[in-house]
């Protein structure tokens, strides 16, 4: 297989620094928001770096400014209205795969995060190790206000790291965590001056590339089956869950009071 610097990405760039890769997002004219040829990309790459026993270390990296928008609200429609049912139920997998693409990675995995970090990126960035803020960085989960659930199963990812009560306070409430609130809570690793998350990243990076990759595999994996055991059993039902709400007339209010900059009203339904 040839080296992953070597694909010709369309929407992500992809570097090498010895045992070292550092992904970045590239469609900064869309706040890097997440479309269907970003997340496909993005999960190629994290596939071809699974295994890859010459990586000890993967930075995900986003914009200097920000690291994402999340999800791209343009392309929801196309996701959910599809022909059938079952090809609604394919197409909006490719969250879900993306996540679990990225988890699975075997070498220790670091995002560093500027500004905001929103909705299906926060998802892809708790799906890494290890997450490293810049001073001004926030993570925040819009979905419940517009009206739909959080799904990408990380629900269960986000819960092992703050808890249930705080699980539940940061997707119901879709409010910012600032890069404080993130350490305290766990949500974050270490918080840099602004500017310097991806700095710091490299430095978790170095340190890891330094001791023997296979204990730190080993620990990884150990870890990872520990902490999410009951990972599927509690999300399988996530990407139905988010069909449905999709549908109802509560996600339409919710987003047309989104872009109209106003308080949605909501009937259950």
């Given amino acids: 297989m040839s080296d992953i610097t070597d694909h010709a990405w369309m929407t992500i760039r992809v570097d090498r620094d010895g045992p070292i890769v550092t992904v ?19 999960t190629e790459a994290a596939r071809a770096l699974r295994l890859k026993a010459d990586v000890r270390a993967v930075i995900l990296a986003g914009g200097l ?25 394919e197409a909006v997998m490719a969250g879900p795969d993306l996540c679990r693409a990225w988890e699975e990675i075997e070498a220790v995995t670091i995002a560093a995060v500027e500004g905001y970090c929103l909705g299906g ?44 009560a705080r699980a539940k306070r940061f997707i119901m409430f ?12 766990g ?8 500017g310097g998350a991806l700095a710091a990243a490299r430095v978790w990076a170095d340190k890891v590339a330094a001791l023997p990759p296979i204990p730190v595999r080993m620990t990884k994996e150990a870890v990872n089956v520990s902490a999410g055991a009951m990972n ?24 047309k009071a989104f872009f109209e900059k106003r308080k949605g009203k909501f009937e259950g339904d």
């Fill in 174 to 185: 879709g409010e910012a965590a600032d890069a404080k609130t993130c350490l305290d809570w």
């Fill in 24 to 42: 970045t997002l590239n469609r900064l004219e869309k706040r890097n928001a997440l479309n269907g040829e970003l997340m496909a990309e993005l």
């Fill in 232 to 255: 599927f059993a509690t999300s399988f039902m996530d990407r139905d869950q988010y069909l449905l709400a999709a549908r109802s007339n509560d996600f339409k209010e919710g987003a």
């Fill in 65 to 89: 400014e920000n690291f994402s928008a999340g999800a791209d609200l343009g392309g929801i429609k196309d996701r959910t209205t599809g022909p059938t049912l079952l090809e609604s139920r």
């Fill in 121 to 164: 990126a926060c998802a892809l960035a708790v799906a890494c190790d290890f997450r490293i803020m810049g001073e001004g960085a926030s993570f925040r989960l819009p979905e419940v206000p517009l009206g739909i659930n959080m799904s990408w199963r990380s629900v269960p990812r986000i819960t092992a790291l703050v808890g249930p």
């Fill in 187 to 194: 949500l974050c690793d270490e918080v840099t001056e602004k």
